[in-house]
């Protein structure tokens, strides 16, 4: 299996636009987490899901975020408008089982300016 | 509250030394705990973990971690570092026997590996 795919790599956008990050998880795994990584605030979870349905999104920071995952095999992050705060590394991750280890895509550096 | 607490925010470490990076947890149910390594730019990769047994566990890379539930511990050891080392390393805690809930994680602690 090639892991969790998550795509662009980089992004850098102007405040104001809408940004969405694409993840594909691992295949057969039934859990999906979004996490978000900053220096002050280190790894936040910022929503995650079990068969494609939200479990728990009390880590999403405003309702400018939004996350939906259609099938299996997908998931998306949606920030709009975007804001320069939001600049981050965008994580996601998945899991077998939910309590078992998580494996991570390679992220995504969102770059706000 | 359950939360993971890495004291040190930056270490350095010279080639060939030993290494322990601290973990605390504060959980109420019975612990999974995981290390992760993160190298720049990557994501993070699983060093080793514990479920239960045996509370020394051996991981990827040379590492161990010793789990001491008096302490509410589970520090991360290796016995000679290598430059490649070098990366941040993350705790992480999830409910042992409780299926969706996601882990959480430790703020990370740097190595730097000096010759």
């Known amino acids: 299996d090639a892991g969790v795919i998550q795509s662009p790599r980089h992004e850098v956008t102007e405040m104001g636009q809408e940004v969405t990050l694409r993840c594909k998880p691992i295949?057969?795994?039934?859990?999906l987490f979004w996490y978000r990584q900053t220096m002050m605030r280190g790894l936040e979870l910022l929503i995650y899901f079990n068969n494609n349905v939200p479990i728990d999104d009390s880590g999403m920071p405003e309702d400018r975020f939004s996350a939906k995952m259609p099938n299996a095999s997908f998931s998306t992050l949606k920030i709009q408008p975007s804001e320069p705060r939001d600049s981050a590394v965008y994580f996601c991750?998945?899991?077998?089982?939910?309590?078992?280890?998580?494996?991570f895509g390679q992220g995504t550096r969102l770059t706000v300016v | 509250a359950q939360s993971v607490t890495q004291p040190d925010i930056h270490i350095t470490v010279s080639e060939g030394a030993s290494l322990e990076l601290r973990c605390n947890y504060s959980y109420g149910a019975t612990p999974y705990l995981f290390w992760y390594v993160q190298s720049p730019g990557q994501g993070l990769q699983l060093l080793l973990k514990y479920f239960s047994g045996d509370t020394l566990v051996q991981g990827i890379k040379g590492f161990e971690a010793e789990f001491k539930r008096s302490q509410s511990s589970f520090n991360l050891r290796k016995p000679s570092v290598h430059w490649s080392d070098a990366a941040e390393y993350f705790c992480?805690?999830?409910?042992?026997?409780?299926?969706?809930?996601?882990?959480?994680f430790g703020k990370g602690t740097t190595l730097s590996v000096s010759s």
């Open positions: 991750a998945s899991s077998l089982h939910g309590v078992a280890e998580a494996f």
């Open positions: 992480a805690v999830g409910p042992a026997n409780q299926a969706g809930t996601a882990l959480i």
């Open positions: 295949s057969g795994h039934d859990y």
